[in-house]
C-alpha cells in the first residue's frame, strides 16, 4: 500500500487475490472494497471525481467543513501515528499512497464536523425522506 494506485487497480487487485479460494455463501470475509465499488459507480453516474461529487452534493449542502481528503490533505492530517517493529524505536507511521483511500475512507473530519454528520442523517436533511425511507429498508 506505499504506491499510488487508481481506484479501479485496487479492485482488479482484489479480485485476483488468491484469497478467492472459498465457495460463495459459505465463508465471510470483510473488505472495503464494496466501497471502492460505489465510489466508482458514483464517478460514473455523476460524471465527476467522487472527491468533488462528495463536496458539492454532500459537503457543502450540509455545511460540513474542516474535511479532509487523506489523498490530498495530508499535511492538515493530526495527530499521526507511530509504529515499532518487535522492540525497536517509535517511528512515524507512513500513511497510504494515495488512491488506496478511495470511497473506503478517502476523509476524515474533527469529531464536531462528525456530529453534525451524524445529526444530518438523523434528521433527513440531505436526501429525500422517500429515499432516506428506501435506504433504510431491508
Do not use: C
Not at 467522487?50 to 479532509?68: A, H, S, Y
Not at 487523506?70 to 507511530?82: A, K, Q, V
Amino acid at each position: 500500500m506505499d504506491q499510488a494506485r487508481e481506484a479501479i487497480d485496487v479492485v482488479h487487485a482484489w479480485a485476483a487475490a488468491s484469497h478467492w479460494t472459498s465457495t460463495p455463501a459459505t465463508r465471510w470475509q470483510y473488505s472495503n472494497t464494496n466501497f471502492v465499488l460505489a465510489g466508482l459507480i458514483v464517478e460514473k453516474a455523476s460524471g465527476m471525481p467522487f472527491w468533488r461529487f462528495m463536496v458539492t452534493r454532500v459537503l457543502r449542502p450540509l455545511n460540513l467543513q474542516e474535511m479532509l481528503n487523506l489523498d490530498t490533505d495530508r499535511d492538515r492530517m493530526e495527530p499521526l501515528g507511530y509504529m515499532r517493529n518487535a522492540l525497536g524505536p517509535l517511528r512515524p507511521a507512513a500513511l497510504e499512497a494515495p488512491g488506496w483511500y478511495f470511497g473506503d475512507g478517502e476523509m476524515a473530519m474533527p469529531v464536531e464536523t462528525l456530529l453534525r454528520w451524524d445529526i444530518s442523517v438523523m434528521d433527513r436533511t440531505l436526501l429525500k425522506p422517500a429515499s432516506t425511507t428506501r435506504s433504510r429498508a431491508r
